[in-house]
């Protein structure tokens, strides 16, 4: 069962009815913490889990903090060349995206900078 997003805030996210503070990722089967704490921070070392998991994916929602920043390219090739696709949008809209994409059984991750 994925981790359900049930809200965020400044400095973290309620998942599964628990708050995880800081940045996390969202896989199909697990929440995990994540260090990134803005875009310069992201690379395709600190997606490993994603990348691993890359088979089972078909889009990684990613939420680049207060505002919009675009993906490295190179992080896009690197999640293209194992079959998944990156959408970057600010934390907050990606928070009310994964779920929506979530309960329509889409094979989706969320990496989710936090506020």
Do not use: H, K
């Not at 996210?13 to 896989?27: D, M, N």
């Not at 998944?84 to 979530?102: I, Q």
């Amino acid at each position: 069962m994925p981790p359900v997003l049930q809200g965020y805030g400044p400095g973290g996210f309620r998942i599964s009815g628990a708050t995880v503070a800081g940045s996390v990722l969202l896989l199909p089967d697990r929440a995990l913490p994540w260090a990134a704490g803005s875009v310069a921070e992201i690379d395709a070392n600190s997606l490993a889990p994603v990348i691993a998991a890359g088979g089972s994916l078909d889009l990684l929602i990613l939420g680049t903090g207060r505002r919009f920043a675009l993906v490295p390219s190179g992080l896009v090739a690197a999640l293209r060349a194992v079959g998944v696709a990156v959408e970057a949008m600010d934390t907050a809209a990606a928070c009310r995206t994964y779920p929506t994409l979530v309960a329509e059984g889409r094979r989706v991750a969320a990496a989710l900078i936090a506020l």
